[in-house]
């Protein structure tokens, strides 16, 4: 509940409070209003952050007077990609409509307006929800393009200081930006509370946006669209080369431009857009003339062919084959032409080299690129000082609401700010550019042309003050320990950060505070190779020896893509399987380690954890996971099995869990883990990866992937404060013989009907063995060395067979799995 800035809780006096004590503003439940597109997917979210919500919309004509709700809860179960961390959590959305449920908003402590984009319909329903929000609340709306500040003026006095636009970028789930913009009536503190949820409650990056119209990503984005739009018929170009050229190889979200347009919508896009055209003017913008809507555009629109969702845009898929629209002759012609490979080449040239080989390239896809770039440079300058604070929020915005590596001050920046300065003005001379709108004064002279650019140790300009202005200071930004930066801004870098305690090119142990220790895995994708395992164990021993706890963390994504099944491969061609067999042994070794270290060893995680990575988590005292990581025991892919204890892990959760019940079945308790280590599953979301069994209930779920390490931290440090002790070793009773026959006569029915193969039946059994013990009667007790040996049998056997050689030689060649 919100409480005034002065009542801090436990009496700590304003300013003194650290990011512990953020908690001022409690978010007890969220309304949703409107259960559309936006609307229930941001309840989806609120319950995968465990915010209990009541999503709202207009009661249904016919049928039970929730049904409009109802319906669209039960869509986003089939939504891809999935809104929800698992499906069955759609349940927990809290349906009500406006005639039945108003006195709900009472109970809330936030409220997200996201319906229809019509100025009129919102301001009716304020009126009509004003009297029964409660009298703390944030009420907030998910506007793309009207004016926050038009919309507070509907409301009584009472609700105007606390209502503000909250912007959510689709599919809320994923995208990390949210918008958050302020009226002239907004209370300051009130953005501050509201920042401090998005941010560490639903795990968003906020960047503050002024009340312009569509705010400032999808000002500049959207306008990056249209300027690209009318280069690519300036230049004759078709889409599927465009999309090569503006995906990937440009730094952009991969979908490229067109294939991006057809994703989002076409008749999203052209409401967007129609809000440019309508809310601006010559006089506002001097882009205007180029906001038309393209011809092709308004053809598709015409067609119905809205994109995705209408299975075609600018292009289609016909069965296997992929076609673009065409204009001339109002067909769909085959596509899937690529770049000229000289642009590619060029593309992965330093910044400066790279935008001057664009600018003087004679061809029309180099003219191309430079010119999309020229004009983002010249759109984002012109408009910085109207639609945002600095031009952090603006390279921020671009980069998490439109998935883009670098915005665009950033990448001028690192190419040479005044160099390129020089080629955008030559080219407004020249009459190429979008607009004769000559670049801002603070451009070239004062202190962005003196520091060499935008962003800089001291902050990021504000063209208003003519400063370089630090990051917002929040409490809740402590929490950030290695925020994502901007190219040349300045703070702390994980890489160089703190006191080293040894670094060698696959592994950096480190500490920030002397009491917990850091291990950052610094090989490709963070593979555990040998080398991997031993500077984990000299962490351990350090860890022992001077530090209350030891953090896996290694600062990007992702957590670990697994073994590093290449590095052993000289050993086996040299020394045979025996190579595998020491491998796999000192790995397993190595995750014993980390269980029995007498401090605790948290993983913090965050996208992949397969395989060995997965296994190196479930080793660990405790899990921190952020919201989107995709643990799995994916070994099978490759013809193997788990072979770093996984399976042993099975076989022991299966009997923890069986000693809590009164069921003393062990089959029952070990089929879910056999089955998802012989299927590779892999959780698509952290809660998924909970369902599956690889995180307890005790792991932590961390909505912002920002704050895993200092979670992390904080729960090594608790852990050791409690009194923290290794788990005892301990025999633990295993399924056995019979429970293994049962399963493999599934596997038989399986391998009959057709959906295995003979070599997945073989691997399939092999994990049945693991987990169920071999050959001992039901409730043996072992040890985990002991199963851990038939894990490397079983490994070191399908090692050697030809069908897993196969399947590694082709995961190591091409990426992709071999059916076999
Ligand atoms: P939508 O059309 O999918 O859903 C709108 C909802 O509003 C529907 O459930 C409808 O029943 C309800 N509604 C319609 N008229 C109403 C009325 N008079 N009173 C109360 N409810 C009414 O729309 P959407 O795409 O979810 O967009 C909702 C809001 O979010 C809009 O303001 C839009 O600009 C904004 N937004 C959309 C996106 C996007 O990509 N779709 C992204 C960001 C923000």
Same mark, same amino acid.
């Given at each position: 509940m919100?409480?005034?800035?002065?009542?801090?809780?436990g009496?700590?006096?304003?300013?003194?409070?650290?990011?512990?004590?953020?908690?001022?503003?409690?978010?007890k439940?969220?309304?949703?209003?409107?259960?559309?597109?936006?609307?229930?997917q941001?309840?989806?979210?609120?319950?995968?952050?465990?915010?209990?919500?009541?999503?709202?919309?207009?009661?249904?004509?016919?049928?039970?007077?929730?049904?409009?709700?109802?319906?669209a809860?039960?869509?986003?179960?089939?939504?891809?990609?999935?809104?929800?961390?698992v499906?069955?959590?759609?349940?927990l959305?809290?349906?009500?409509?406006?005639?039945?449920?108003?006195?709900?908003?009472?109970?809330?402590?936030?409220?997200?307006?996201?319906?229809?984009?019509?100025?009129?319909?919102k301001?009716?329903?304020?009126?009509?929800?004003?009297?029964?929000?409660?009298?703390?609340?944030?009420?907030?709306?998910?506007?793309?393009?009207?004016?926050?500040?038009?919309?507070?003026?509907?409301?009584?006095?009472?609700?105007?200081p606390?209502?503000?636009?909250?912007?959510?970028?689709?599919?809320?789930?994923?995208?990390?930006?949210?918008?958050?913009?302020?009226?002239?009536?907004?209370?300051?503190?009130?953005?501050?509370?509201?920042?401090?949820f998005?941010?560490?409650?639903?795990?968003?990056?906020?960047?503050?946006?002024?009340?312009?119209?569509? #705010?400032?990503?999808n000002?500049?984005?959207?306008?990056?669209?249209?300027?690209?739009?009318?280069?690519?018929?300036?230049?004759?170009?078709?889409?599927?080369?465009?999309?090569?050229?503006?995906?990937?190889?440009l730094?952009?979200?991969?979908?490229?431009?067109?294939?991006?347009?057809?994703v989002?919508?076409?008749?999203?896009?052209?409401?967007?857009?129609?809000?440019?055209?309508?809310?601006?003017?010559?006089?506002?913008?001097?882009?205007?003339?180029?906001?038309?809507?393209?011809?092709v555009?308004?053809?598709l629109?015409?067609?119905?062919?809205?994109?995705?969702?209408?299975?075609?845009?600018?292009?289609?898929?016909?069965?296997r084959?992929?076609?673009?629209?065409?204009l001339?002759?109002?067909e769909?012609?085959?596509?899937?032409q690529?770049?000229?490979?000289?642009?590619?080449?060029?593309?992965?040239k330093?910044?400066?080299?790279?935008?001057?080989?664009?600018r003087?390239?004679?061809?029309?896809?180099?003219?191309?690129?430079?010119?999309?770039?020229?004009?983002?440079?010249?759109?984002?300058?012109?408009?910085?000082?109207?639609?945002?604070?600095?031009?952090?929020?603006?390279?921020?915005?671009?980069?998490?609401g439109?998935g883009?590596?670098?915005?665009?001050?950033?990448?001028?920046?690192?190419?040479?700010?005044?160099?390129?300065?020089?080629?955008?003005?030559?080219?407004?001379?020249?009459?190429?550019?979008?607009?004769?709108?000559p670049?801002?004064?603070?451009?070239?002279?004062?202190?962005?042309?003196?520091?060499?650019?935008?962003?800089?140790?001291?902050?990021?300009?504000?063209?208003?003050?003519?400063?370089?202005?630090?990051?917002?200071?929040?409490p809740?930004?402590?929490?950030?320990?290695?925020?994502?930066?901007?190219?040349?801004?300045?703070?702390?870098?994980?890489?160089?950060?703190?006191?080293?305690?040894?670094?060698?090119?696959?592994?950096r142990?480190?500490?920030?505070?002397?009491?917990?220790?850091?291990?950052?895995?610094?090989?490709?994708?963070?593979?555990?190779?040998?080398?991997?395992?031993?500077?984990?164990?000299?962490?351990?021993?350090?860890?022992e020896?001077?530090?209350?706890?030891?953090?896996?963390?290694?600062?990007?994504?992702?957590f670990?893509?697994g073994?590093?099944?290449?590095?052993?491969?000289?050993?086996?061609?040299?020394v045979?399987?025996?190579?595998?067999?020491?491998?796999?042994?000192?790995?397993?070794?190595?995750?014993?380690?980390?269980?029995?270290?007498?401090?605790?060893?948290?993983?913090?995680?965050?996208?992949l954890?397969l395989?060995?990575?997965?296994?190196?988590?479930?080793?660990?005292?405790?899990?921190?996971?952020?919201m989107?990581?995709?643990?799995?025991?994916?070994?099978?892919?490759?013809?193997?099995?788990?072979?770093?204890?996984?399976?042993?892990?099975?076989?022991?959760?299966?009997a923890?869990?069986?000693?809590?019940?009164?069921?003393?079945?062990?089959?029952?308790?070990?089929?879910?883990?056999?089955?998802?280590?012989?299927?590779?599953?892999?959780?698509?979301?952290?809660?998924?990866?909970?369902?599956?069994?690889?995180?307890?209930?005790?792991?932590?779920?961390?909505?912002?992937?920002?704050?895993?390490?200092?979670?992390?931290?904080?729960?090594?440090?608790?852990l050791?404060?409690?009194?923290?002790?290794?788990?005892?070793?301990?025999?633990?009773?295993?399924?056995?013989?019979?429970?293994?026959?049962?399963?493999?006569?599934?596997?038989?029915?399986?391998?009959?009907?057709?959906?295995?193969?003979?070599?997945? #039946?073989?691997?399939?059994?092999?994990?049945?063995?693991?987990?169920?013990?071999?050959?001992?009667?039901?409730?043996t007790?072992?040890?985990?060395?002991?199963?851990?040996?038939?894990?490397?049998?079983?490994?070191?056997?399908?090692?050697?067979?030809?069908?897993?050689?196969?399947?590694?030689?082709?995961?190591?060649?091409?990426?992709?799995?071999?059916?076999?």
């Amino acid at each position: 509940m919100y409480q005034e800035r002065d009542q801090r809780p436990g009496g700590a006096p304003a300013g003194e409070g650290k990011a512990r004590t953020m908690n001022r503003f409690q978010v007890k439940k969220v309304a949703v209003l409107g259960a559309g597109v936006m609307g229930a997917q941001i309840a989806a979210h609120l319950v995968n952050v465990k915010v209990p919500v009541v999503l709202f919309d207009l009661p249904a004509k016919e049928g039970p007077k929730n049904g409009i709700v109802t319906k669209a809860v039960e869509g986003l179960k089939k939504l891809k990609p999935s809104p929800l961390g698992v499906a069955e959590d759609a349940a927990l959305i809290q349906p009500a409509n406006y005639e039945e449920h108003l006195a709900l908003l009472g109970e809330c402590d936030l409220v997200i307006e996201a319906i229809a984009e019509r100025m009129d319909w919102k301001l009716d329903l304020y009126k009509k929800i004003a009297p029964h929000v409660a009298k703390h609340a944030i009420v907030a709306s998910n506007t793309s393009g009207l004016s926050i500040t038009k919309l507070s003026e509907a409301l009584p006095e009472s609700i105007k200081p606390r209502f503000c636009g909250i912007h959510f970028f689709n599919p809320p789930r994923y995208m990390y930006l949210v918008e958050l913009i302020a009226t002239p009536t907004t209370k300051p503190e009130i953005l501050d509370d509201l920042e401090t949820f998005v941010t560490s409650g639903l795990g968003k990056g906020v960047v503050r946006a002024k009340d312009t119209p569509n #705010f400032i990503a999808n000002r500049v984005g959207i306008a990056g669209m249209l300027a690209t739009m009318r280069e690519v018929e300036k230049f004759g170009l078709t889409y599927d080369v465009v999309d090569d050229l503006t995906g990937k190889k440009l730094g952009r979200a991969s979908s490229g431009t067109f294939r991006t347009a057809d994703v989002v919508g076409l008749d999203t896009m052209a409401h967007v857009i129609k809000t440019l055209q309508d809310t601006l003017s010559a006089e506002t913008d001097p882009f205007y003339a180029s906001f038309g809507t393209p011809p092709v555009l308004s053809k598709l629109l015409e067609k119905g062919f809205l994109g995705q969702k209408a299975k075609a845009g600018f292009f289609k898929k016909v069965g296997r084959d992929i076609l673009r629209f065409e204009l001339e002759s109002e067909e769909y012609v085959p596509a899937g032409q690529k770049a000229d490979e000289v642009y590619g080449r060029m593309l992965k040239k330093p910044a400066g080299e790279r935008l001057k080989l664009l600018r003087n390239s004679t061809g029309p896809q180099g003219q191309f690129l430079w010119s999309i770039l020229r004009n983002s440079f010249h759109y984002a300058a012109v408009h910085l000082a109207t639609i945002a604070d600095t031009a952090r929020d603006v390279d921020q915005a671009m980069r998490w609401g439109f998935g883009m590596k670098q915005g665009p001050f950033e990448l001028w920046q690192e190419a040479g700010w005044l160099q390129v300065a020089k080629w955008i003005q030559e080219d407004i001379d020249a009459g190429k550019a979008l607009s004769k709108a000559p670049l801002p004064k603070w451009v070239f002279e004062g202190p962005v042309a003196e520091a060499g650019g935008v962003h800089t140790e001291q902050g990021s300009f504000n063209p208003t003050t003519g400063q370089f202005q630090p990051r917002r200071v929040l409490p809740v930004y402590e929490r950030q320990l290695f925020p994502e930066l901007l190219r040349g801004e300045g703070g702390p870098r994980f890489e160089t950060a703190g006191t080293t305690l040894h670094e060698d090119k696959n592994i950096r142990l480190w500490t920030l505070d002397n009491e917990v220790l850091i291990a950052s895995l610094k090989t490709k994708m963070h593979t555990i190779s040998p080398e991997v395992c031993e500077g984990l164990q000299q962490a351990v021993e350090m860890a022992e020896k001077d530090f209350q706890g030891m953090v896996v963390w290694s600062g990007d994504e992702p957590f670990s893509a697994g073994a590093d099944l290449e590095s052993t491969l000289p050993a086996f061609i040299a020394v045979g399987v025996a190579a595998i067999e020491d491998a796999e042994g000192f790995m397993q070794q190595t995750m014993l380690r980390l269980r029995y270290a007498s401090v605790p060893v948290v993983s913090a995680i965050r996208g992949l954890a397969l395989g060995g990575g997965c296994e190196l988590a479930l080793y660990s005292a405790k899990r921190v996971v952020a919201m989107e990581s995709y643990i799995g025991l994916v070994e099978v892919g490759v013809g193997l099995v788990p072979g770093a204890g996984g399976l042993t892990y099975i076989a022991r959760r299966a009997a923890e869990n069986s000693a809590t019940s009164t069921d003393k079945d062990l089959l029952k308790f070990v089929t879910e883990g056999f089955t998802a280590a012989a299927m590779a599953k892999v959780g698509t979301s952290a809660i998924e990866s909970r369902k599956l069994g690889y995180l307890l209930d005790s792991d932590i779920i961390v909505p912002n992937k920002d704050e895993l390490l200092y979670v992390a931290i904080q729960q090594a440090k608790a852990l050791y404060d409690s009194g923290y002790r290794a788990p005892l070793k301990r025999l633990f009773p295993v399924a056995g013989r019979n429970a293994k026959a049962t399963i493999q006569g599934q596997l038989v029915n399986l391998r009959d009907g057709g959906f295995a193969s003979a070599h997945d #039946f073989h691997i399939a059994s092999l994990i049945a063995n693991v987990v169920t013990g071999g050959d001992v009667d039901a409730n043996t007790l072992v040890t985990e060395e002991y199963l851990m040996t038939l894990e490397r049998r079983a490994f070191c056997e399908l090692v050697q067979h030809p069908k897993t050689q196969e399947r590694i030689l082709g995961m190591l060649s091409t990426g992709k799995p071999v059916r076999n």
